[in-house]
């Protein structure tokens, strides 16, 4: 029986690949992460705003006040764009939640 070993190669703690010691490295292929592109506008805004969103899929949108309140859930439409006349003037966080309920981004946003 042959015993072996394996070589991991990391590189600031990411596995890049294995080797079982004989010379060859196998590499580990891995999808690299995209960056999350996502922008609110107009902000500051009176009556609605919108969301630019790329390569990412948006499952629910939870709308707090400064102190952490959540006063608005939404849910993501086509046209990307949320009513928010019924909300008082202020800084209000917008949290933007991923079809496992992870969240993906929070943004600020000023109702005028």
Do not use: C, W
């Amino acid at each position: 029986m042959k015993h072996g070993y394996l070589i991991v190669y990391l590189i600031f703690g990411l596995l890049l690949g294995v080797s079982e010691g004989n010379g060859q490295v196998v590499p580990r292929v891995e999808k690299k992460s995209a960056i999350v592109e996502i922008k609110i506008f107009p902000n500051p805004t009176s009556n609605f705003f919108s969301l630019s969103v790329k390569d990412v899929r948006i499952a629910r949108i939870s709308i707090s006040n400064i102190v952490g309140k959540e006063v608005k859930t939404l849910k993501p439409n086509t046209a990307n764009s949320y009513d928010i006349q019924n909300l008082r003037r202020g800084i209000y966080i917008v949290r933007l939640y991923g079809p496992r309920d992870n969240l993906i981004k929070a943004l600020r946003l000023s109702k005028t």
